[in-house]
């Protein structure tokens, strides 16, 4: 089936450590996303790619960082610069404007520093 | 893109009409409407979007206003399994390239009620 898979969905990270988290999806589409969710709040966006090898920071990208070297694939790094990394982090990709231009999210992944 | 605003929470009886209100007033001529829902610790799931004319799905409809300042999503005969978050946001869509374009608010609590 065709979708947006992330991986790990739950993970625990000690303080300074560095994470990376895995978003791959087989749906052919350009642009993908990363949005941080903390309980009860909607989506905020880190980061964003339209196409591969670039991307654009989003609105709190401080202590995040992205690669887009493959279409499939966006993965996100939490760096120990970020001081609050604790949260559900969403990823999504784009259809093009000709078949809707809809987002699809992924089932999400749980990240928890102890 | 432009704001919504959303009832924090809502309940509806098992079997009911969910009605779901959003308030988007400033709505610009080419931002389209977009419903989403989320369960608990899961991705969001797409619904449903329209423009101007008032749209059906599988799913859900959609009633966009003339003025289309507001709209409701209705969910015709709701189960206990549509108990989530619905976000109501507002995006260009034809033609757009620019990918900071979701802005998830808090959305609305529907709990159905057996």
């Known amino acids: 089936d065709g979708g947006i898979t992330q991986s790990p969905k739950y993970l625990f990270r000690k303080e300074g450590q560095n994470v990376t988290l895995s978003c791959e999806q087989n749906l052919n589409h350009d642009a993908m996303y990363w949005y941080r969710q903390d309980p009860g709040q909607g989506l905020r966006l880190i980061y964003y790619?339209?196409?591969?090898?670039?991307?654009q920071k989003g609105d709190i990208a401080e202590g995040y960082s992205v690669s887009r070297e493959k279409k499939e694939s966006f993965p996100l790094t939490v760096t120990s610069a970020q001081k609050n990394p604790t949260a559900f982090y969403l990823c999504a990709s784009r259809a093009p404007w000709t078949s809707g231009n809809t987002i699809y999210f992924g089932e999400g992944s749980w990240l928890t520093v102890v | 893109d432009a704001k919504t605003t959303q009832p924090p929470s809502m309940d509806c009886a098992e079997g009911r009409a969910a009605n779901l209100p959003c308030n988007h007033s400033t709505i610009s001529g080419n931002e389209y409407v977009y419903w989403y829902r989320q369960i608990h610790s899961q991705g969001p799931q797409y619904i449903i979007h329209g423009l101007k004319n008032n749209e059906t799905n599988e799913m859900a409809s959609l009633i966009i206003t003339e003025d289309r300042k507001s709209s409701t999503l209705i969910l015709p005969h709701a189960t206990l399994r549509d108990t989530a978050v619905y976000y109501c946001i507002v995006r260009v869509e034809v033609g757009q390239t620019g990918a900071n374009n979701l802005f998830f608010g808090t959305g609305t609590r529907l709990t159905v009620i057996p």
């Open positions: 790619s339209q196409i591969v090898n670039d991307f």
